[in-house]
Antibody, heavy 120, light 106 residues
């Protein structure tokens, strides 16, 4: 069965960095677009970034452009999000999600999420 | 960026009720609209995509309609497991979610 397991969240000071990972299993990882979506405490969902199956196409939300970097290692079935220059408003649960075959940004499987807290 | 506005923000309903949630896009998005259900402490679950196509395994009491800028999610006969927050999402241009509609027990 499809599984996505995020890790790497934690408490970081403003201006700091953190790298999130997402381990995928149960499907051919290299065939699918992948995304990061976040949810601030008590708030709604915000798409952060996506990466194509090969890694050649990448897009970011304006709110993280220039600070976050998405990447993937198809040999390791893993997705990553490098987060730099973190701000308080980046505090959220970060989910990795698989893009559907029908559309890259329709998300049919999600991980359980990892909490990132940016605070001094 | 395309903005998605859901209404209402919350509603109270009883088991067996018919519930309708609306979603409006700030510009036309054809049928590039999905709906998700999220329960507290859990990841969202895909219910519907392409405005009206039911995701595999989703009960038929869920249905979606609309195109262009106005969309609806209908739950025909509310069950206890349906009390949750529902989000619409446009994928016409990247991705934007609505603010959510919380369905609570009356």
């Amino acid at each position: 069965q499809v599984q996505l397991v995020e890790s790497g969240g934690g408490l970081v000071k403003p201006g700091g960095s953190l790298r999130l990972s997402c381990a995928a299993s149960g499907f051919t990882f290299s065939d699918y677009y992948m995304s990061w979506i976040r949810q601030a405490p008590g708030k709604g969902l915000e798409w952060v970034s996506y990466i194509s199956s090969s890694g050649s196409t990448i897009y970011y939300a304006d709110s993280v452009k220039g600070r976050f970097t998405i990447s993937r290692d198809n040999a390791k079935n893993s997705l990553y999000l490098q987060m730099n220059s973190l701000r308080a408003e980046d505090t959220a649960v970060y989910y990795c999600a698989r893009g559907c075959v029908v559309a890259a940004t329709v998300f049919d499987y999600w991980g359980q999420g990892t909490l990132v807290t940016v605070s001094s | 960026a395309i903005r998605m506005t859901q209404s209402p923000s919350s509603l109270s309903a009883s088991t067996g009720d018919r519930v309708t949630i609306t979603c409006r896009a700030s510009q036309g998005i054809s049928s590039y609209l999905a709906w998700y259900q999220q329960k507290p402490g859990k990841a969202p679950k895909l219910l519907i995509y392409a405005a009206s196509t039911l995701q595999s395994g989703v009960p038929s009491r869920f249905s979606g309609s609309g195109s262009g800028t106005d969309f609806t999610l209908t739950i025909s006969c509310l069950q206890s497991e349906d009390f949750a927050t529902y989000y619409c999402q446009q994928y016409y241009s990247y991705s934007t979610f609505g603010q959510g509609t919380k369905v609570e027990i009356k």
